[in-house]
């Protein structure tokens, strides 16, 4: 049974940074595109960032680009999403997504808020 399990979220203040962590148990992550999403308050889902399997290739929003950077410590089967100088339209449950062909998994997300 796959599980993926994100944490890290919580408030901080505009300016300040997080850093999200994500868990998988059940695959290895290596050789699946792993993502972060977020979805703000009466908004649909938006991807973050994307770290493809076969390449060191990783994809970010515009808006995050800059500011936020996802790693992968594939041996601790773990992602990580490391947001710098956050901003309040930040505020969002954040998801991390695991994928490779049909197969997508999916946690039940972290809160974060940027707010003073």
């Known amino acids: 049974q796959v599980q993926v399990v994100e944490s890290g979220g919580g408030l901080v203040q505009p300016g300040g940074s997080l850093r999200l962590s994500c868990t998988v148990s059940?695959?290895?992550?290596?050789?699946?595109?792993m993502s972060w999403y977020r979805q703000a308050p009466g908004k649909e889902r938006e991807l973050v960032a994307r770290a493809s399997s076969v390449s060191s290739f990783t994809n970010y929003a515009d808006s995050v680009k800059g500011r936020f950077t996802l790693s992968r410590a594939n041996a601790k089967n773990t992602v990580y999403l490391q947001m710098n100088s956050l901003k309040p339209e930040d505020t969002a449950v954040y998801y991390c997504?695991?994928?490779?062909?049909?197969?997508?998994?999916w946690g039940q997300g972290t809160q974060v808020t940027v707010s003073s």
């Open positions: 997504s695991a994928r490779r062909n049909v197969n997508d998994y």
């Open positions: 059940g695959v290895a992550i290596s050789s699946y595109s």
